[in-house]
T-cell receptor, first 115, second 115 residues
């Protein structure tokens, strides 16, 4: 089955700096890569996703890059703000049929943005 | 739109007891997922339903866990008998995958403590 490795497990940055979280996956059939943000005690929420036919995607201060050859993808957050502090999870998945994606999550990165 | 509802939010039981969790997905969402999230880890898929049929239950410990989704709407996840290692947050998620939309919407979770 799919295996997703995520690094680092913790990341501390100063407000305004950039943060980068990296993930690798094992199954070359995976073709959908979402990132979820989970604030303490709350539910995971999708912040950005990318499909395997795209190398990069941006949404305001957040960007995701994908390298299919190397089987790794990264989350980039620029101009970090204290409200970006949370646990971020990457995930990889493939279409298990009928557009139903089975997600395998990484172990998460605790991002702390210091004011 | 209303989000994914789960109950109870918290449950404390002794080992070898049984417990049941309930999930009501977003109206119209055909796909429903149950995840187990152990402290400090990413969510792990236990079972995936498409309407009232099981799409994937390969990681469900079937000797003690069971799940059903009658009428293709609400779902229940049961553990009988519980073990200490079942202590975790149980997340329910739903999705409605028309072409190009694969976001999974998570509920608030049920925090289970087995003593």
């Amino acid at each position: 089955g799919e295996n997703v490795e995520q690094h680092p497990s913790t990341l501390s940055v100063q407000e305004g700096d950039s943060a980068v979280i990296k993930c690798t996956y094992s199954d070359s059939a995976s073709n959908y890569f979402p990132w979820y943000k989970q604030e303490l005690g709350k539910r995971p929420q999708l912040i950005i996703d990318i499909r395997s036919n795209v190398g990069e995607k941006k949404d305001q201060r957040i960007a995701v890059t994908l390298n299919k050859t190397a089987k790794h993808f990264s989350l980039h957050i620029t101009e970090t703000q204290p409200e970006d502090s949370a646990v971020y999870f990457c995930a990889a998945s493939y279409d298990s049929g009928g557009s139903n994606y089975k997600l395998t999550f990484g172990k998460g990165t605790l991002l702390t943005v210091n004011p | 739109e209303a989000g994914v509802a789960q109950s109870p939010r918290y449950k404390i039981i002794e080992k070898r007891q049984s417990v049941a969790f309930w999930c009501n997905p977003i109206s119209g969402h055909a796909t429903l997922y149950w995840y187990q999230q152990i402290l400090g880890q990413g969510p792990k898929l236990l079972i995936q339903f498409q309407n009232n049929g099981v799409v994937d239950d390969s990681q469900l410990p079937k000797d003690r866990f069971s799940a059903e989704r009658l009428k293709g709407v609400d779902s229940t996840l049961k553990i009988q008998p519980a073990k200490l290692e079942d202590s975790a947050v149980y997340l329910c998620a739903s999705s409605y995958p028309p072409a190009g939309s694969y976001e999974q919407y998570f509920g608030p979770g049920t925090r289970l403590t087995v003593t």
